[in-house]
């Protein structure tokens, strides 16, 4: 008994130190990238103006992700669909890549302080590091030219690469973390997918028919409206930047 619950808190604290090192290698990367890739590209705006909109995006993410839904007829209950990562987009091709991160953080703490985890906490580094993977190469292809073209094509290339590397991340460790930490069997987990889908038997067959065309979906549902609503939102959010980048000759159009 005291063995396993040793054990218990032993693989916890583990789950805990992953999530912090992701966190600070994915900010650490992507402050590199703004720092010697992106340079003067990204938008320059006081600190107190850029923690408000962090936060206030990061709360609007919030409110989405609460209205999360399963897709019943795609993959199994646990993997769900939001539309939180609009205001998470809308914010790295505001603030750059670093800023979506950062906005992305403040959604997951804050859902964690209103409505607590269902997932042991799995879910919920899935949905920041796989949001992540979709926002962050996104908002780097975008600012390095800011047009509509860009646009397209950066949430073109964020949702090739959410559906990539979500569905690695699944296989080789967020299945099997959910498994033991949550005390579910992963031979149940698969069971729950082929119930579904007759041709899923395993982890990766699990991830080819479930997770995989999930994050597409998911990208699609994202991009649509971010480039509706983007350009919109961004007159707000840009005023002073705008202000300060005519000033110095250094203003560019925005996509």
């Not at 099997?176 to 990766?204: C, E, H, Q, W």
């Not at 110095?248 to 996509?255: I, L, M, T, V």
């Amino acid at each position: 008994m005291g063995t396993g619950i040793l054990q218990a808190i032993g693989e916890n604290l583990q789950f805990v130190l992953v999530c912090v090192l992701v966190v600070f290698a994915l900010v650490g990367g992507a402050k590199l990238v703004e720092t010697r890739v992106l340079k003067n590209r990204v938008t320059n705006m006081g600190k107190t103006r850029y923690i408000a909109i962090c936060a206030m995006l990061g709360a609007l993410a919030m409110i989405l992700h609460l209205f999360d839904f399963p897709v019943p007829f795609l993959a199994p209950g646990f993997y769900k669909l939001d539309f939180s990562e609009i205001p998470v987009m809308i914010g790295a091709f505001c603030l750059g890549p670093v800023g979506g991160i950062v906005i992305e953080l403040v959604k997951i703490l804050l859902k964690l302080v209103v409505k607590g985890t269902s997932t042991a906490f799995v879910g919920d580094l899935a949905n920041f590091v796989v949001g992540c993977s979709f926002i962050v190469p996104a908002s780097i292809i975008y600012h390095l030219h800011k047009t509509r073209t860009t646009a397209i094509v950066s949430l073109a290339a964020g949702t090739v690469t959410m559906t990539v590397f979500g569905s690695l991340f699944n296989a080789v460790y967020l299945l099997p973390a959910f498994a033991r930490l949550y005390g579910m069997p992963l031979d149940a987990i698969i069971g729950m997918g082929t119930a579904i889908n007759k041709g899923i038997t395993s982890v990766s067959t699990l991830v080819l028919f479930a997770v995989a065309p999930l994050n597409l979906l998911k990208g699609v549902l994202i991009s649509v409206p971010t480039m509706v609503l983007y350009k919109r939102i961004s007159k707000v959010l840009h005023s002073t930047a705008q202000d300060a980048a005519v000033v110095s000759g250094r203003h560019q159009p925005q996509g």
